[in-house]
């Protein structure tokens, strides 16, 4: 019998292919826009995420996410230092600055000046030097892509140097950094180098990394360095979801991303649900047909389920792996999209929302199904 | 589960009761069936004749179980279909009932084979039987060959005769037609009424064929006329024979 309404189904090639490709659009439309804007939260606390070693991040009270800087006096290092907890705390510098190349070509940079016995905070993944290099007089690390900006073409090479500020900056390493929510160059340098490339006022220090010792959770130590000095201390996580939350609530980007994904639903919904209506209503007779020859209506439906679960299967796979080919071509690890990708749980949630689609598509059609009269066999559609 | 039942012999196959029948709604609602007494016996093809609009339609539709009467009782094989709730009757109808429609209603994406296979596997019978028994009823109704060709492969008189096959797949205990050669020449509707009589008349089936095409009326052992939701006259074999 499954075999018969698979047939059935297939039957109507047009139809079908107008369904599946209604789901097929809306799962790509959806996935794809998902996708893209995880992408880019995940963005804004990229800087965060690569600072592995780091549990609490300390910042002036008035700070609410990464990307707000108000510095602080470097005392606060040592006062940081001195809470009850923290095995180490070590300093931050960050500032957003242009760079520019021999050649004229100018971008705009993030700049991180890391401890500069330590060096932690500097990406962990390092493609070209030694983070050690980073010791050197005016030495700075910078990222691939960075890089492949400010000289389009040509190789990965060390001892190329920057105009930063009037200053001159030479790099000694190339690092696969994480990319930042607006900025196209990633630099890392020593935090007294930061200062020195980048004029500012009397306070310096942006933010204090810090770690727990063993003994003490991370949380309990953050609550006890905001008792202790009066500043701002989260553990890593606290602080991205902080950042992530300050995007969401004051900027356009979800109402920007959700009016595309609904729209993206309410016409893959329009093509499913009215290709599917069309499909049942030209059936209507069949499925009478099938109530004649004995098909109860329970056994009906559960028959209409199966044509569209198939369809909505058809329709996922095809939107799912195109949007898939998308992150895989259009995110390589040069390209601007870097980082972007299709994480299993947007797939899965995707998935589930297309099942709910398909199912209210289904559902406005059921009662078609459910009162199809029988007697329509002997006189044609009432 | 609806029990396929063999009646003693003096019970008609189909027996029904005052059977009252309204159409339509509200102000448009029509009594079309006016509380109708009638009987038909196994082993025996019947004729319900009568003018269009006369009841005919509603008539073996209610007694298919399709629709319910508003008043009075239908028993098929002793079996009354009051009893039945509306997913018994489907079944009741699914074991016990073939259907020759006028449109035939075969499936466009179904092979003839697999048309004729239908009623069966709605039963959940074994697919290898089923197969081989599709086969073997449209090799006796002389399609022998064509069970893999779509019904638009096949001619008028081709797809008649796989509606046939679809209506007796199962072994049903009532075969009702409706207007079976209605969209047939002269010829060709006396050969499907040769056919139809050769494979469904058995004693223990009843073969009742809606119709107001006088030519077939000579394949008929009983004849039933209908006019205005009433039956007014019944002619039997001997009394044909004798006129």
Not at chain 1, 58 to 76: A, I, K, Q
Not at chain 1, 105 to 117: E, F, I, P, Q
């Amino acid at each position: 019998m499954l075999s018969i309404v698979i047939k059935m189904l297939f039957g109507e090639r047009v139809k079908v292919l107008g369904l599946v490709f209604g789901v097929a659009f809306a799962t790509l439309l959806v996935a794809q826009q998902a996708g893209l804007f995880v992408g880019l939260m995940t963005r804004s606390q990229n800087v965060i995420a690569e600072a592995t070693d780091v549990d609490i991040w300390v910042m002036d009270p008035s700070v609410e996410y990464l990307d707000l800087v108000r510095p602080m006096r470097d005392t606060e290092l040592y006062r940081v230092r001195g809470v009850p907890g923290v095995a180490w705390a070590v300093p931050l510098f960050k500032s957003a600055t242009s760079v520019k190349t021999a050649e004229g070509r100018t971008k705009s940079a993030l700049l991180l000046g890391v401890d500069d016995a330590s060096l932690t905070g500097v990406s962990p993944r390092i493609l070209l030097g030694s983070i050690l290099d980073l010791r050197r007089p005016d030495a700075i690390a910078i990222d691939r892509v960075g890089y492949m900006q400010l000289w389009p073409g040509e190789p990965l090479m060390l001892g190329k140097t920057l105009d930063l500020n009037d200053r001159r900056a030479v790099v000694t390493v190339i690092t696969d950094a994480a990319p930042a929510f607006s900025a196209q160059v990633i630099i890392h340098t020593r935090y007294s180098q930061a200062i020195a490339f980048v004029p500012t006022g009397r306070n310096q220090l942006s933010f204090i990394l810090a770690k727990a010792t063993a003994e003490f959770d991370a949380a309990s130590v953050a609550r006890a360095i905001s008792a202790r000095t009066g500043l701002n201390a989260f553990t890593a996580e606290e602080f991205s979801s902080r950042t992530i939350r300050y995007y969401l609530k004051n900027t356009g980007i979800p109402i920007s991303f959700a009016t595309t994904i609904l729209l993206g639903m309410v016409v893959g919904s329009a093509i499913v649900g009215l290709t599917f209506n069309m499909f049942v209503t030209d059936n209507l007779p069949q499925y009478a047909m099938l109530k004649v020859i004995g098909v109860t209506s329970g056994r009906l439906i559960g028959l209409v389920l199966l044509q569209a679960t198939i369809v909505g299967l058809m329709g996922y796979a095809i939107g799912i792996g195109l949007a898939a080919l998308f992150f895989e071509y259009a995110a390589t690890p040069t390209s601007a999209l870097r980082g972007f990708n299709l994480p299993w749980w947007i797939a899965s949630g995707v998935g589930a929302t297309i099942a709910l689609l398909i199912v209210l598509s289904t559902l406005t059609s059921l009662g078609r199904v459910l009162f199809a009269q029988p007697a329509m066999v002997f006189w044609g559609k009432r | 589960m609806s029990p396929t039942v063999e009646p003693p012999p003096e019970v008609p196959a189909i027996a029904c009761r005052g059977v009252v029948k309204q159409l339509g709604r509200r102000k448009f609602r029509t009594e079309v069936l006016h509380g109708l007494d009638l009987d038909v016996y196994a082993g025996q093809m019947t004729l319900l004749v009568g003018p269009s609009g006369c009841g005919k339609t509603t008539l073996i539709s209610t007694i298919a179980g399709i629709l319910r009467p508003d008043r009075g009782s239908i028993s098929l094989f002793g079996t009354e279909l009051a009893n039945l709730g509306r997913r018994g009757i489907t079944r009741f109808r699914g074991r016990n009932v073939g259907l020759v429609l006028q449109q035939l209603h075969l499936f466009p994406a179904l092979t003839a084979a697999e048309n004729v296979a239908l009623p069966l596997l709605v039963l959940r019978q074994d697919p290898a039987r089923v197969r081989a028994r599709a086969a073997s009823l449209l090799e006796g109704l002389g399609l022998a060959g064509h069970g893999d060709k779509y019904p638009r492969e096949l001619s008028v008189g081709e797809q008649q005769r796989v509606a046939i096959a679809r209506a007796i797949a199962h072994d049903p205990k009532l075969i009702i037609c409706d207007e079976p050669t209605a969209a047939l020449d002269a010829t060709s509707g006396r050969l499907v009424m040769q056919l139809l009589r050769q494979v469904t008349v058995r004693s223990d089936r009843a073969v009742l064929v809606v119709t107001h095409d006088h030519r077939i009326f000579d394949f008929a052992d009983r004849i039933i006329h209908m006019d205005d939701g009433r039956i007014t006259r019944i002619d039997t074999s001997s009394e044909k024979e004798a006129a």
